[in-house]
């Protein structure tokens, strides 16, 4: 089966890895070179997507589009592109719509009593303030002082949400299926660097088990709220003893995915392929006999190594598999030998958590002393 993966950065690089793991041959097609899922292709085009003619063209012998971008121009345009040449696209516009807002987001969180952080001014300082539209991490202020707040709103342009900010543990859970017919997945932990990215997967969860059932409750009922057909992620923060709801996903995440596959043997491209292609939702996964996982990003440079989020492999160029990387069972990075600076993204299983995060450790210590590295190894 030939899958077309529209867009080349980091969600990009998450379709086209478990799309070779589905066994299926990968076309990415990106406006720019040298994307890093184009190391991860069987074919890779550089084409600007809006050019609906040029790229309808590529579609002629393709099973399954797959978005993995999120540019509303690109976006419509593969939405037409993919009616015109009959091809199954995996995208639903509608639950998109409202998840991609933050602000529409949380107006639904409201008007159905879910759980959520309060919203300003009906909570205390510090704050967490979010552009409306911007994907994941990027631009998130935390503000301290109203003063500042009120500052930074006056001269901030565009739409903006200002919520109470919590410091807690970070999960996240994906839902899959049509309406009325849903499968949560595996709740995995999120770890975050200092802006707020997610540095690490770690799975199977820590989460509580009374938690994880109210938590694929929320998730269920969220993906029916926007009449979901496809995947969504959900991610939530641990708040006192209560998990409130902090964004939600109609799309492919990059990431969890990874973590899910390695920890459950589900695949999640796989599964929502298949949803599309025959319109039934699939067998959820055993999330009862799961290996332990981590998933983290790493920077090496200057003679040192760096935990960080997964936007240091945004810029690293075109990217590639690499088995029983110093130990882990694979990476997926930009090295090559003799290279001084590089980012790899470490994917380490073991029997459960304990061993991973032991097997882990060897790893880190593998390459300090392969590299003569110095700086602090994160804890997780």
Same mark, same amino acid.
Request: aromatic letters at 8%; one cysteine or more; proline letters at 5%.
């Given at each position: 089966?030939?899958?077309?993966?529209?867009?080349?950065?980091?969600?990009?690089?998450?379709?086209?890895?478990?799309? %070779?793991?589905? !066994?299926?041959?990968?076309?990415?097609?990106? +406006?720019?070179?040298?994307?890093?899922? =184009?190391? #991860? @292709?069987?074919?890779?085009?550089?084409?600007?997507?809006?050019?609906?003619?040029?790229?309808?063209?590529?579609?002629?012998?393709?099973?399954?589009?797959?978005?993995?971008?999120?540019?509303?121009?690109?976006?419509?345009?593969?939405?037409?592109?993919?009616?015109?040449?009959?091809?199954?696209?995996?995208?639903?516009?509608?639950?998109?719509?409202?998840?991609?807002?933050?602000?529409?987001?949380?107006?639904?969180?409201?008007?159905?009593?879910?759980?959520?952080?309060?919203?300003?001014?009906?909570?205390?300082?510090?704050?967490?303030?979010?552009?409306? %539209?911007?994907? !994941?991490?990027?631009?998130?202020?935390?503000? +301290?002082?109203?003063?500042?707040?009120? =500052?930074? #709103? @006056?001269?901030?342009?565009?739409?903006?949400?200002?919520?109470?900010?919590?410091?807690?543990?970070?999960?996240?859970?994906?839902?899959?299926?049509?309406?009325?017919?849903?499968?949560?997945?595996?709740?995995?932990?999120?770890?975050?660097?200092?802006?707020?990215?997610?540095?690490?997967?770690?799975?199977?969860?820590?989460?509580?088990?009374?938690?994880?059932?109210?938590?694929?409750?929320?998730?269920?009922?969220?993906?029916?709220?926007?009449?979901?057909?496809?995947?969504?992620?959900?991610?939530?923060?641990?708040?006192?003893?209560?998990?409130?709801?902090?964004?939600?996903?109609?799309?492919?995440?990059?990431?969890?995915?990874?973590?899910v596959y390695h920890s459950t043997g589900f695949n999640m491209l796989e599964a929502m392929g298949g949803l599309f292609l025959t319109g039934k939702s699939p067998?959820?996964?055993?999330?009862?006999?799961?290996?332990?996982?981590?998933?983290?990003?790493?920077?090496?440079?200057?003679?040192?190594?760096?935990?960080?989020?997964?936007?240091?492999?945004?810029?690293?160029?075109?990217?590639?598999?690499?088995?029983?990387?110093?130990?882990?069972?694979?990476?997926?990075?930009?090295?090559?030998?003799?290279?001084?600076?590089?980012?790899?993204t470490l994917i380490i299983s073991g029997n459960d958590r304990r061993e991973a995060y032991q097997k882990r450790a060897r790893v880190l210590e593998n390459l300090?002393?392969?590299?003569?590295?110095?700086?602090?190894?994160?804890?997780?």
């Open positions: 089966m030939l899958v077309a993966v529209a867009g080349g950065n980091l969600q990009g690089v998450e379709v086209a890895y478990l799309a %070779r793991k589905a !066994g299926w041959e990968v076309l990415v097609v990106d +406006r720019r070179a040298g994307v890093p899922a =184009a190391g #991860l @292709a069987d074919r890779f085009v550089q084409l600007d997507l809006r050019r609906e003619e040029a790229f309808r063209k590529l579609l002629a012998d393709v099973d399954l589009l797959i978005p993995a971008l999120e540019n509303d121009a690109a976006l419509a345009s593969l939405t037409r592109c993919a009616r015109s040449a009959d091809v199954p696209f995996a995208f639903d516009p509608s639950a998109y719509a409202v998840s991609s807002s933050k602000r529409a987001s949380d107006l639904l969180f409201d008007r159905s009593g879910i759980p959520c952080p309060a919203a300003w001014p009906h909570c205390p300082m510090p704050v967490i303030v979010k552009p409306s %539209r911007d994907s !994941g991490s990027a631009n998130i202020k935390i503000i +301290r002082e109203k003063d500042a707040l009120k =500052a930074f #709103l @006056a001269k901030a342009g565009g739409e903006w949400v200002v919520q109470a900010y919590i410091e807690g543990p970070t999960y996240s859970l994906e839902v899959l299926g049509n309406p009325g017919d849903y499968r949560v997945l595996q709740v995995t932990d999120l770890y975050m660097d200092d802006v707020y990215d997610c540095k690490a997967v770690v799975a199977p969860s820590l989460m509580p088990a009374e938690l994880v059932s109210g938590f694929e409750k929320i998730s269920r009922k969220l993906a029916g709220l926007v009449n979901l057909e496809g995947l969504m992620d959900v991610e939530v923060i641990m708040d006192q003893g209560e998990l409130k709801v902090l964004e939600i996903d109609a799309r492919f995440p990059s990431q969890t995915p990874t973590a067998a959820a996964p055993d999330c009862d006999n799961t290996r332990g996982v981590v998933y983290e990003h790493i920077r090496i440079a200057g003679g040192a190594i760096a935990f960080s989020g997964e936007h240091i492999m945004s810029d690293a160029g075109p990217l590639h598999v690499v088995e029983g990387f110093f130990g882990a069972d694979e990476a997926i990075t930009n090295y090559t030998a003799g290279r001084a600076a590089w980012v790899a300090k002393q392969d590299f003569g590295l110095t700086g602090r190894v994160a804890t997780l």
